[in-house]
């Protein structure tokens, strides 16, 4: 995102993503800031899983697929066919909703109107998106159970799964009343 957006933080924090899936968190930042870090600083850091061996060879082998070219062209591809196919459902079923995504990620609100920050996040239909989860996992598809999470696509998820969730959609959706 940061080099996405362009930007260029003060400090920035990693979580699971860098450990391919796996519990393992890092941070980095300006050299001031880092500076105050034991043993260059008075604060002190650690971690039961710093520097954990097998998080960072799955985090290193994620980053070497993902190098591959055509890895991200082809998350962006999948996750706009998805959260497009996702919001036409809502369309069709007459439920107003509204999302977006980048590259594997995307966000999908029962809003009517666009979702730029938390506050409009939070006058979402929650209990509309219970109930679409729980018809979803009724169809085998497992998505984020809150409303406020962030859904990922990823490189071994085919064009026929990304079929099977919209039509999945589509018959869930129906079923709620709009």
Sequence with gaps: AQGHFGIKPDLSTFGKVIGGG???????????????VAPAGP??????????????????????????PGSYEYLDKITK?????????????????????????????????????FEDAATSDFDKFKAYHRGMLEEGI????SGYEAGF????????????TIAAANRVLSRIPA
């Design 142 to 145: 497992y998505l984020a159970p």
């Design 81 to 117: 066919r998805l959260i497009a196919g996702l919001l036409d459902a809502a369309q069709k079923n007459g439920h107003a909703a509204h999302g977006g995504s980048l590259s594997g990620m995307f966000g999908f609100f029962f809003n009517d109107k666009p979702v730029k920050s």
């Design 153 to 164: 696509t990823g490189l071994q998820h085919t064009e026929d799964d990304i079929d099977k």
């Design 43 to 68: 604060m002190y850091q650690a971690g039961t899983l710093s520097g954990n061996p097998l998080a960072m060879t799955a985090g290193i082998k994620t980053l070497e697929i993902l190098r591959r």
């Design 22 to 36: 796996l519990p393992v968190g890092a941070y980095g930042g300006r050299k001031d800031i880092m500076e105050q």
